[in-house]
């Protein structure tokens, strides 16, 4: 089957995911003369780094979504399907997506990265990991549902339940701890008044010798510091060798009793099936040139933390696979495609290092700029800002200040819901 789409005089762009990057290019390109057809297989555009705020009941999913077709009402040449895509078909110029069939004259994948379980299938069965809305969702249930169920068990048969380990010191590891570490002190004792607090446990297992370790060692010390003030129990230089549902074991032979285990140890591109497999880099990333173009292919382009620019001297093994990073790469390549049809010349793609950041708790945050570090109130408030801006729309960035607000001044919102499908 065919996905009906109209023809037309244009060239067609097909992009598939609407991510930081898909979603920048697709935007750009309105003003290019071309046919942009994005595929996603949400209709809606997600904010990770807020993820974790919906997971510990601190935003609503819709808050940081927001759908496509509402982003480009206005846009004339474009087409949006809701599908996923299964293969490329290179010398057809084609895709295979659940819905059907499309061709395209240029194809960009902008597909993002999923999980990286390390190829430890019990531990994928088990950990619960937060790459998308729907398993934030899941996670606010599951942590919430797990106070409940605490209350079914005593003594150390309830401490299972009430032990929440994280594995992955990265900002996501990080920022989650460090909000559960505030939900324990602040918020949790006033809902479960018969629960000992006592008992929770927030553990944090990093494999590197400190937490996020991609940025610079001040900041780690300064995390690492923030999140023992808050009481959450990092182990360093350590890694997760099996969990079974109920009992991690470490590499270095501790065990830890937990019903929950939130991985936010890894990622890996995500590759499609029928792109040539030499250009399958570490991590699943494909084999990019400076201008994005995917090896050993005439008319597909990758971008964002699916793609891996080679050739650039200052970024040997890729750029990081953060937001900025696909945002740069989808304007730059829309320039490049609207270059093409003025017969201009396509410009190299070269990354420009804003930042980064992370928060570990209420006033505790560490920001690197490109030419200042620093943490604390100041850092807490340049986070919160950078990400308010960055948010899709204004009632979204609005309702996000706003649960902001409240929650400083309360230490109440009321999202601790569980709110699941009937059938699951
Ligand atoms: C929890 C979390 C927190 C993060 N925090 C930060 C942060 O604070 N700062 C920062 O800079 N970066 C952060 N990142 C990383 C950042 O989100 C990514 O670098 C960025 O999203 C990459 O953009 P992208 O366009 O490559 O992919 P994505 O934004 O991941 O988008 C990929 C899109 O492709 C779609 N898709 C995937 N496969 C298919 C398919 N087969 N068919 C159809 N559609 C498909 C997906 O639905 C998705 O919409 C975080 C990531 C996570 C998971």
């Known amino acids: 089957m065919e996905i009906h789409i109209a023809k037309s005089s244009n060239e067609r762009i097909v992009i598939i995911g609407g991510g930081f990057g898909g979603l920048q290019l697709a935007t750009k390109l309105a003003k290019g003369n071309y046919q942009v057809v994005l595929i996603d297989k949400n209709n809606f555009h997600q904010f990770q780094p807020l993820f974790y705020q919906v997971a510990t009941s601190g935003l609503e999913p819709s808050s940081i979504i927001f759908p496509y077709r509402k982003i480009f009402q206005k846009q004339a040449r474009f087409h949006f399907r809701m599908a996923e895509v299964e293969m490329v078909i290179p010398e057809k110029n084609e895709i295979k997506t659940s819905i059907g069939s499309l061709s395209y004259d240029y194809l960009i994948v902008a597909t993002g990265a999923g999980n990286n379980f390390f190829g430890n299938a019990e531990i994928e069965t088990h950990a619960l990991p937060m790459k998308s809305i729907n398993e934030s969702l899941r996670l606010r249930n599951i942590i919430l549902e797990r106070f409940e169920e605490s209350l079914s068990h005593e003594n150390e048969d309830r401490d299972q339940f009430l032990t929440f380990v994280i594995a992955g010191a990265g900002p996501t590891g990080v920022e989650l701890a460090g909000t559960l570490a505030e939900m324990k002190r602040f918020v949790l004792p006033k809902d479960y008044p018969e629960l000992n607090f006592d008992r929770m446990k927030i553990m944090l297992i990093e494999g590197a010798d400190r937490v996020l370790n991609a940025m610079k060692t001040d900041s780690s010390i300064k995390a690492l510091q923030y999140l023992q003030q808050l009481g959450v129990d990092v182990r360093l230089s ?25 991985w936010a140890a890894g990622i890996q591109g995500n590759f499609l099936k029928g792109l040539p497999n030499e250009t399958k880099l570490r991590g699943n990333r494909i084999a990019v040139d400076r201008y994005n173009k995917v090896q050993r292919t005439e008319n597909i382009y990758a971008i964002g933390d699916v793609a891996s620019v080679v050739g650039d001297e200052l970024y040997p093994n890729g750029h990081p696979q953060l937001a900025q990073a696909a945002i740069q790469q989808g304007k730059n390549l829309a320039k490049n495609f609207i270059a093409i049809q003025k017969g201009k010349e396509m410009r190299q793609f070269s990354y420009k290092n804003l930042g980064s950041m992370a928060t570990i708790g209420r006033n505790k945050a560490v920001v690197e700029l490109p030419n200042r570090n620093f943490s604390g109130f100041f850092a807490w408030i340049v986070w919160m800002l950078v990400h308010l801006r960055s948010i899709l729309g204004i009632k979204n960035k609005w309702i996000v200040f706003m649960n902001w607000v409240w929650n400083y001044f309360t230490y109440n919102l009321s999202l601790r819901l569980i709110i699941k499908r009937k059938d699951v």
Do not use: R
């Open 238 to 262: 350590t890694l997760v060798n099996s969990y079974d549902g109920s009992k991690i074991e470490l590499n270095n032979n501790q065990v830890i009793a937990t019903k929950t285990l939130i």
